[in-house]
């Protein structure tokens, strides 16, 4: 007969903080790279772009007011842009609508950049937990 003694430690609440921990990193890296593309999407060009086309700008204040922030609570990352900013011009081209008094044909900018980078979301929470 043989004898044996076990000891066992419980480390699921490291397991969760640490998961935590990454999953943020993981939303912010996740974040600037949404934000990244919507930004570079946006072209500097005279008029309007075409209807269901991102928006041109003239003075490069649409794309430097996209940001992100991450929320460590609700683990969520809302990225668009700022309106203290830039105001809701950006909703406008985004869904379309009225904004000072001018009709806008919809010229997404943010959807199509998460449908851009769609596929390499998962990379961004690979080997994100480590000891």
């Known amino acids: ?17 640490k998961a935590k921990q990454a999953s943020i990193t993981s939303l912010s890296h996740a974040g600037g790279a949404i934000r990244l593309t919507a930004s570079r999407s946006i072209k500097s060009r005279k008029g309007p772009a075409p209807p269901g086309h991102p928006p041109h700008t003239h003075t490069r204040r649409l794309p430097k007011a996209i940001q992100y922030a991450v929320e460590p609570r609700r683990q969520v990352v809302v990225i668009g842009p700022n309106v203290q900013h830039f105001g809701t011009a950006g909703a406008a081209h985004e869904f379309g609508g009225r904004f000072r008094g001018a009709y806008y044909e919809k010229r997404p900018f943010m959807r199509p950049a998460l449908e851009k980078i769609k596929s390499r979301l998962p990379a961004f929470w690979r080997n994100s937990i480590r000891r």
């Open 1 to 17: 007969m043989i004898g044996l003694k076990v000891k066992t430690v419980n480390e699921t609440k490291k397991v969760a903080n």
